[in-house]
């Protein structure tokens, strides 16, 4: 073999071996993809140059409805809640439902109406909360209708914060079956 080109082998390979190697022991070698390697995303919150207004977190399109979102066509009124008279639960009482109705309850529910749902919750007993929560037993709240207590569970009612965000609508129409068993048990 020909000096020069063993010469010329051996430095050939030495500089291969030695450019496979890492940079140091914290940085293996070099990125063939490094826009891969190295995200450019920004953060949620984060300027982003790429916008006009520099905001990384964009508004959604208007009229777009998330898909988790329930399309309840009520408002907080009391003609909305007369008009939500006529919704009646698709659920039949079924222990099971009545069964994840009151966990639903003990949940959510519990800390304001109390265990009884006699409006002596522990928020209310504690004195925390200075206006009473709504006594479920009361003849007034018997005398609603499955659609009214949902649409009181959906959109609020009173002080009554919307809890249609927290409970999802089938656990909600299974808490007024547990409600309802609470009742009948209570007259």
Same mark, same amino acid.
């Given at each position: 073999?020909?000096?020069?080109?063993?010469y010329?082998?051996?430095?050939?390979?030495?500089?291969?071996?030695?450019?496979?190697c890492?940079?140091?022991?914290?940085?293996p070698?070099?990125?063939?993809f490094?826009?891969?390697?190295?995200?450019?995303?920004?953060?949620?919150?984060?300027p982003?140059?790429?916008?006009?207004?520099s905001q990384t977190?964009?508004?959604?399109?208007?009229?777009?409805? =998330? $898909?988790?979102? #329930?399309l @309840?066509?009520?408002?907080?009124?009391?003609e909305?809640?007369?008009? &939500?008279?006529?919704?009646?639960n698709p659920?039949?009482p079924?222990?099971q439902?009545? =069964? $994840?109705?009151? #966990?639903? @309850?003990?949940?959510?529910?519990?800390?304001?109406?109390?265990?009884? &749902?006699?409006g002596?919750?522990q928020?209310?007993?504690?004195?925390k909360?200075?206006?009473p929560?709504a006594?479920l037993?009361?003849?007034k709240i018997?005398n609603?209708?499955?659609?009214?207590?949902?649409?009181?569970?959906?959109?609020?009612?009173?002080?009554m914060?919307p809890?249609?965000?927290i409970?999802?609508?089938?656990?909600?129409w299974?808490?007024?079956?547990?409600i309802?068993?609470?009742?009948?048990?209570n007259?």
């Amino acid at each position: 073999m020909n000096r020069p080109v063993a010469y010329f082998s051996v430095i050939l390979v030495t500089a291969l071996v030695s450019s496979s190697c890492d940079r140091d022991r914290n940085n293996p070698g070099y990125d063939y993809f490094p826009d891969m390697a190295y995200s450019k995303a920004y953060e949620t919150y984060d300027p982003n140059p790429n916008f006009t207004d520099s905001q990384t977190l964009r508004t959604p399109v208007e009229g777009s409805v =998330s $898909r988790e979102a #329930e399309l @309840y066509p009520y408002q907080r009124t009391e003609e909305d809640m007369l008009r &939500a008279a006529s919704i009646s639960n698709p659920l039949l009482p079924d222990s099971q439902y009545i =069964s $994840r109705g009151k #966990e639903v @309850y003990e949940n959510t529910c519990l800390h304001c109406h109390g265990a009884s &749902a006699d409006g002596k919750g522990q928020l209310f007993v504690s004195g925390k909360y200075t206006f009473p929560p709504a006594n479920l037993l009361s003849e007034k709240i018997v005398n609603r209708t499955d659609g009214q207590m949902y649409h009181a569970i959906t959109v609020g009612y009173g002080i009554m914060e919307p809890h249609g965000i927290i409970v999802r609508p089938d656990d909600r129409w299974k808490v007024i079956l547990y409600i309802r068993s609470l009742q009948a048990k209570n007259q």
